[in-house]
Every structure is written in C-alpha cells, then in structure tokens.
T-cell receptor, first 112, second 112 residues
Framework: AQSVSQHNHHVILSEAASLELGCNYS??????LFWYVQYPGQHLQLLLK??????LVKGIKGFEAEFIKSKFSFNLRKPSVQWSDTAEYFC??????????FGQGTTLQVKP | DGGITQSPKYLFRKEGQNVTLSCEQN?????MYWYRQDPGQGLRLIYY???????QKGDIAEGYSVSREKKESFPLTVTSAQKNPTAFYLC???????????FGQGTRLTVV
C-alpha cells in the first residue's frame, strides 16, 4: 500500500543551524512530491513540489528538496533556519493515478 | 478572493448525532479532498473526489460520508458510526488529480 514516512517527529534547532527533514515513500510508479508547511494558527500551504526534471527543487523562504528516485526519498533542507520557520512540516506523495497521502508531520521548533 | 471555505470553524456535537461539515471552493478545481488531522498522525485521507458526481474512499472512510453534486462543493457528514469523531478536519482542492492541493482553514469538531 502507498505510504509516506517522515523520520523526525520533533526537531529543535537554534537559529542559523542547518535543517534536513527526511521523507521516504513507498510506491512503485510515478509520483508527484510535495512539502507543505503549517505555521501556528495558519492553514497548510505549499512549500515546494516536484513533478519532473531537475531533482533538486527550490521552494519559498529558502527551502529546497532533493528527489532521489533510487531511495524513494524527498528530503527537505534549509541551510540556515530562522525563528519564523517554527512550524509543522508535512511531506506528501501523489501517484498520478492514486491519492494524495501525507506523512505524519515533523514539528520544527527554532530557538532564537 | 479565490479560495476554499470551510464552515463552521468550530463545531460541537452530541454523541449519536450526525453532523455535516461544509467545504466550498471557487477555484474551479476538479479534485477535492477531506482529511482528518490528529496530533502525531499527520493528515489521514477520508474521502476524495476527482470529478463531479464521483468520489472514492480514502484510508479512514468508515463512519463518514460525502457527496459531490456540484463542482464547487464537497460536504462531509460525520455519522454516529464514527467511533472517535473529535478531530480537526481539513478540506482541500486541486486543479486536477496529482496537482498541488490548496487547503481550507479547517473545522474543529468536538463531540460532547
């Protein structure tokens, strides 16, 4: 069955530290990949997406993610986090003929 | 303003009662989704619809029902058969299947 796994449930970083959040999925076919972010009190919004082409994609606010097909992974990165990055982050996978499935989410807390 | 409107924002229900959550979009999107968000479990798919007059069960459809009679509307009914209905419910839409999804603000349902 299709599934998404996020390795880190709760991450605490200091400002300026680098961030990497892991995401792996299980599905054998072609997929579209997404990272969404939910800031406190706000609705879910798209951070970045991968459909095809360059496996390194850039999103808003300095975030980027790399799709490694052989590892079924789509890890999210940011070189230097800010306090305003405190939020919950969700990886999501959408097979072209399937359904949009989310991971469990990772809560990021950035200390000033 | 284009977007997705969920109503009400907060909803209280007595045990044994059915309740319907509203979701309306004016984005002219074909696909619509309902998710349930619980702490530590991410977003779990309840139902989705790829086109008017058609919908499919997600991973946790038991105790829920939907309809898609109009393109812009995808109401979710939480029935008395749902054993643990207290949760945060999110509606989303996408231009077509596998595109990025746009989310509403959510409805927090509490069973009392």
């Amino acid at each position: 069955a299709q599934s998404v796994s996020q390795h880190n449930h709760h991450v605490i970083l200091s400002e300026a530290a680098s961030l990497e959040l892991g995401c792996n999925y299980s599905y054998g076919g072609t997929v579209n990949l997404f990272w969404y972010v939910q800031y406190p009190g706000q609705h879910l919004q798209l951070l970045l997406k991968y459909f095809s082409g360059d496996p390194l994609v850039k999103g808003i606010k300095g975030f980027e993610a790399e799709f490694i097909k052989s590892k079924f992974s789509f890890n999210l990165r940011k070189p230097s986090v800010q306090w305003s990055d405190t939020a919950e982050y969700f990886c999501a996978v959408h097979p072209l003929l399937g359904k949009l499935i989310f991971g469990q989410g990772t809560t990021l807390q950035v200390k000033p | 303003d284009g977007g997705i409107t969920q109503s009400p924002k907060y909803l209280f229900r007595k045990e044994g009662q059915n309740v319907t959550l509203s979701c309306e979009q004016n984005l002219n999107h074909d696909a619509m989704y309902w998710y349930r968000q619980d702490p530590g479990q991410g977003l779990r798919l309840i139902y989705y619809s790829q086109i008017v007059n058609d919908f499919q069960k997600g991973d946790i459809a038991e105790g829920y029902s939907v309809s898609r009679e109009k393109k812009e509307s995808f109401p979710l009914t939480v029935t008395s058969a749902q054993k643990n209905p207290t949760a945060f419910y999110l509606c989303a839409s996408s231009r077509r299947t596998a595109d990025e999804a746009f989310f509403g603000q959510g409805t927090r349902l509490t069973v009392v």
